[in-house]
Each structure stands twice: as C-alpha cells, then as structure tokens.
C-alpha cells in the first residue's frame, strides 16, 4: 500500500471518533510548557510545519498572534480540517521532503512533532539537509518525536500504526545528526503532566523508580519521557 494512500483518510482510519479541539488545547499546554522559548516569538515569525495533522501546532501559533504561518502534511483529510479552522493560515496537501525540494522560502522556525517516526533512515537523512537549508538566518528546527528510551510505552510508540518506521533515543539521533554534519543542537524531555501538580507527582515518583532502577543495575536515561524534543539552530 502507498504512503499516499494510507494518509488520505489518516483521520479516519487511525483518528476516528478523535476530540480533536481536546487534543489541539492539551497539545498547547504540553508543548508551551516543555518549549517555553515559544512565547517569546515575535508576531511576525516565519514558521512552517511539516506534518501539520489536526492543526496543534497551528493552534498555538494563533494563541500567540504569529501572523505567518505554513503547515504541509499528506493527510486529505487533515488539510481539510485545518483549512477549515484556521482560515488565515496556508496549508499544502504534499509530502513535506517534495515540498522542501520545491520551496525556496526560509522560515524562523521549522516545527515537526509525531512525525520522523514516519520516515525511512533514507528518508531521514534526505529531510535533515533539506530542513536547514530553509533556516533563516537566526532559524531554529524544532523535532517532537517518540523516545525510545521512553521508561513506558517506547514500544506502543513504535508499534501503534502501521506507517512507523523507526524511532529514536538521544544517542541514535544525535548520531544521524553528527553524520549530518550538525551540532549545534541539544535535546530535551517533554513536560511531564499537565499542570504543576501533576509534574511534581511524576518527579516525585520518579525518585523512587530511580532506586528501582539502581538496585536492578540500570542507569537512569536523561531523556526518559514519553518524547524527545530537539532543538537544532542554524550555525552562525
């Protein structure tokens, strides 16, 4: 079955019955609170999606009044519903490395979430250079993706759609970055919980899985959340 195929209807057939206003606000919360830079991004950043889906992203470019915005996904389905909610914005029906081939625009900040798990190594490593050459000059990539050194559900991550290819830890893709030729990246966890007191509860928890851990021999992973956040700017 082709890629294009499978994503035409991805709403239908991986989203049905899906909240998809629910998931547009914890979205906002999650992401605001593990990227707090986002903030402070003037209003008239220049920013592209790759992979837009339901329009999270989206969403909370319009919270803070960034005024130019671009979001290209493979998903009928999903253009559509972003067409339809975010009348001010532009959305492109296309697979995101033909777009980048195509584009000659560069943007401030490139955003990518759920997404590098859907590609191929060959895809991957065609994607990245693509992606910086579009950075402005002071330009930075954001990548939100499944961890594989996720303490739970790294394999439900990988294996919960069938458009998965692979799926990273810090160390395996500070690699495919390095050979690249990129450094000037670092990367993150994502906020556990949703709110202050459900963040203190998982740190609090988390020490006592850390004695866990020790006393069965294991190291504990300084990227151990459900995703992995990467930031990767633009060399000077």
């Known amino acids: 079955m082709?890629?294009?195929?499978?994503?035409?209807?991805?709403?239908?057939?991986?989203?049905?019955?899906?909240?998809?206003?629910?998931s547009r606000e914890t979205f906002k919360k999650k992401t605001l609170l593990t990227i707090p830079e986002l903030k402070d991004l003037p209003t008239n950043t220049k920013v592209l999606e790759l992979?837009?889906?339901?329009?999270?992203?989206?969403h909370i470019c319009k919270l803070l009044g960034i005024t130019d915005y671009s979001g290209v996904d493979l998903s009928g389905e999903e253009i559509q519903l972003c067409k339809k909610d975010f009348l001010k914005y532009k959305f492109y029906k296309w697979?995101?490395?033909?777009?980048?081939?195509?584009?000659?625009?560069?943007?401030?900040?490139?955003?990518?979430?759920?997404?590098?798990?859907?590609?191929?190594?060959?895809?991957?490593?065609?994607?990245?250079?693509?992606?910086?050459?579009?950075?402005?000059?002071?330009g930075v990539f954001i990548n939100s993706m499944p961890n594989a050194n996720s303490y739970y559900n790294a394999g439900q991550c990988m294996f919960n759609d069938i458009t998965h290819q692979r799926i990273y830890?810090?160390?395996s893709f500070s690699q495919l970055l390095k050979l690249q030729g990129f450094n000037n990246f670092a990367h993150r966890p994502d906020y556990c919980g949703?709110?202050?007191?459900?963040?203190?509860?998982?740190?609090?928890?988390?020490?006592l899985f850390e004695l866990h851990l020790k006393l069965l021999g294991f190291?504990?992973?300084r990227v151990y959340t459900h995703c992995i956040v990467t930031l990767l700017r633009r060399n000077k």
């Not at 082709?2 to 629910?22: G, H, P, W």
């Not at 992979?51 to 989206?58: D, I, N, R, T």
């Not at 459900?198 to 928890?205: G, M, R």
Request: some cysteine; hydrophobic content about 40%; charged content about 25%.
């Open 51 to 58: 992979g837009c889906g339901m329009g999270g992203f989206a």
């Open 95 to 138: 697979d995101i490395i033909e777009f980048l081939k195509v584009n000659k625009l560069k943007y401030d900040v490139i955003f990518m979430s759920q997404v590098f798990e859907h590609l191929t190594l060959e895809e991957a490593e065609t994607i990245l250079p693509l992606i910086y050459d579009h950075l402005s000059k002071d």
């Open 169 to 171: 830890n810090q160390i």
């Open 2 to 22: 082709k890629k294009e195929q499978i994503f035409e209807n991805y709403i239908t057939t991986q989203y049905s019955n899906y909240d998809y206003e629910l």
């Open 194 to 207: 949703r709110n202050a007191f459900e963040h203190f509860v998982h740190k609090t928890y988390l020490k």
């Open 219 to 221: 190291a504990r992973w």
